[in-house]
């Protein structure tokens, strides 16, 4: 066994897969990756399945290094410098960490999250079928809270194969796109037609568990208390202070504020993917539209393995990463016809 | 069972949607509600990953690429209609609680607002056979239905930013089992040592949705071997006959 040993890392960064299910009916969330695109995308380039556990890091930087033996790792998500030993190493790739190397990533530039593949994944013992951390529940594996310095992961050596790479992330435009529901009949129409127009800024006081929105004040005609209901990812409450609350991964289960909305799935790595100060709008689409949305970025997701291609073995030149850089453009979730690299 | 006027189903998102028997605190609603979730456990529909059942609505979370909206929603409702009420609970747990003192700090003014003596509210609150309507908000955190009337009281004006683990408290006419620390605007009546949530225990979870509770007053002097007993993974909640 190799070992990934943490160095300095922000308060967000923490084991994530794709969640738990099972546990909503007993007060538990989900917990996963906030972007479960960028997560299935880092393991497509380290040969994981989609849904696997990665490092989730969060908006400030971090350190690894490896022991005991090589390590092969990806990045994929938020853009932010990322540099092994000094040397610049490119996001949306493998490369092998050796024995002694030290990977330093800076502060994420153009999003929030970005995460580390791991090739044969992270050793631990799945707490209702996930590693994912639930910091607020006190549980995860192999490590129940988020990574902090002097932490240690066991992980496969790195196998002798080639590295991958897929196209960079670059974070798409346009409103995020909801549902609107189940509490929108406590809100004049002219009112939601206010919060659809309006332009929000992603709060400070914003984590894994919601995202707090400022903007203009929400009024509830039939007033700001439910009896409490469940709660979806990405659920839109509007509490007392008019002031939206989405409802991320970590959230609690259920609540007694009416929900004007939900953000769908195909958007919802994207939002989560706005750094505090970010601005925003919501566009309001049917179900069918919606769920046929979704259903195109679940595709994109699960095709994401047959859309990364070999690299050349050895240290990549800086004449093959121009390369690389030139064939890639842009890669977007929803439009496959951007993800064409020959 | 005879689908009530304000039954309907609501997206939540695309990727969930709510099955609203009613708006209103009601045990034959939540029975209502119990029913489905009991057909939906026996016979998942397609799709179908899990549910959540609240106080007047059952959360189904679903996979949007095996099923849709509407085909799901069709499905749910000639199972709504199919379902019969679950009204009869299959466990019911005692939960040992201190009551008053620093770990009920509320339970003083409590007993004022009703002009009654502390120990008449204590009696009046472990009277009742309590039934749990739904968990939810943190891990395990259980919120009961059946508290007596004359003891209901408004929510704090100003709530605590932080309530211990194991509050047993009352806001308005409901009741609960608290299990983590959590900001609360409910009265802090006493504490109890059980962790309806302990993730080094088998089972992690004790009390389901459905389930009866009835607290029984102990003094304080028990409360640091029940807290050790609970700490080493034993229930200290006893099942008794329902």
Not at chain 2, 170 to 189: D, E, F, N, T
């Amino acid at each position: 066994m190799s070992r990934l040993v943490v160095g300095n890392v922000g308060p967000a960064t923490s084991v994530q897969d794709a969640g738990r299910v099972g546990v909503l009916r007993h007060g538990l969330s989900s917990a996963g990756a906030m972007d479960r695109f960028s997560l299935a995308a880092a393991n497509a380039l380290v040969g994981q399945p989609g849904p696997a556990a990665a490092i989730e890091i969060g908006p400030f930087g971090a350190r690894f290094t490896a022991a005991d033996g090589a390590v092969r790792l990806s990045l994929y998500g938020a853009a932010r410098e990322a540099t092994i030993d000094a040397a610049a190493v490119p996001l949306s790739r493998s490369f092998v960490l050796q024995a002694g190397a030290r990977l330093a990533l800076g502060p994420a530039r153009d999003g929030v999250f970005t995460y580390i593949g791991i090739e044969g994944g992270i050793a631990g013992t799945p707490v209702f079928g996930s590693l994912s951390v639930h910091a607020r529940a006190g549980i995860g594996s192999p490590i129940a809270r988020p990574l902090a310095a002097g932490d240690s992961l066991d992980v496969p050596p790195a196998s002798e194969r080639h590295d991958l790479a897929l196209p960079p992330r670059t974070p798409e435009q346009g409103p995020i796109r909801i549902v609107l529901g189940p509490q929108d009949d406590y809100f004049d129409p002219g009112e939601i037609a206010r919060f659809l127009a309006a332009e929000w800024r992603i709060a400070p006081e914003s984590d894994r568990m919601g995202y707090r929105l400022a903007g203009p004040k929400i009024a509830a005609a039939r007033g700001y208390n439910i009896v409490s209901d469940g709660i979806a990812n990405g659920q839109i409450q509007i509490p007392g202070s008019g002031q939206p609350l989405v409802l991320l991964a970590d959230r609690g289960t259920t609540g007694g504020y009416p929900k004007i909305g939900a953000i769908i799935s195909a958007d919802l790595g994207r939002f989560a993917q706005s750094p505090v100060g970010a601005s925003l709008r919501f566009a309001a689409l049917d179900i069918r539209a919606a769920q046929a949305a979704t259903r195109a970025w679940r595709a994109a997701l699960d095709g994401l393995p047959a859309r990364t291609w070999k690299l050349s073995s050895g240290a990549p030149s800086s004449e093959a990463l121009l390369a690389e850089n030139l064939a890639g453009g842009a890669i977007n979730a929803l439009d496959t016809d951007t993800w064409s690299h020959s | 069972m005879q689908l009530p006027p304000t039954f309907r189903i609501l997206p939540c998102g695309d990727a969930a949607l709510s099955v609203e028997f009613g708006q209103t605190v009601d045990p034959a609603v939540n029975a209502q509600v119990l029913g489905l979730d009991a057909e939906l456990g026996a016979r998942p529909p397609k799709g179908v990953i899990e549910t959540v059942p609240t106080y007047r609505s059952l959360f189904v979370q679903y996979d949007p690429v095996a099923t849709g909206f509407e085909e799901l929603a069709a499905e749910l409702k000639a199972r709504a209609a199919a379902a019969a009420p679950l009204a009869k609970s299959a466990k019911r747990w005692r939960i040992p609680v201190v009551y008053g003192g620093e770990r009920g700090p509320d339970l003083d003014d409590v007993a004022r607002r009703h002009e009654l003596t502390t120990r008449e509210v204590i009696r009046r609150h472990s009277a009742c056979v309590y039934r749990i309507y739904m968990i939810g908000f943190t891990p395990g955190f259980a919120y009961l239905g059946g508290l007596d009337p004359t003891i209901a009281t408004p929510r704090r004006d100003m709530p605590r930013a932080l309530t211990p683990a194991g509050a047993i408290m009352i806001g308005g006419v409901q009741a609960c089992v608290q299990c983590l620390a959590a900001p609360s605007g409910w009265h802090i009546l006493g504490q109890t040592p059980v962790r309806n949530f302990q993730p080094s225990r088998k089972p992690v979870f004790l009390m389901a949705t459905g389930d009866e509770v009835v607290f029984d007053a102990i003094e304080p002097r028990e409360w640091a071997a029940l807290a050790r007993a609970a700490e080493r993974g034993e229930p200290v909640a006893e099942r008794v006959p329902a």
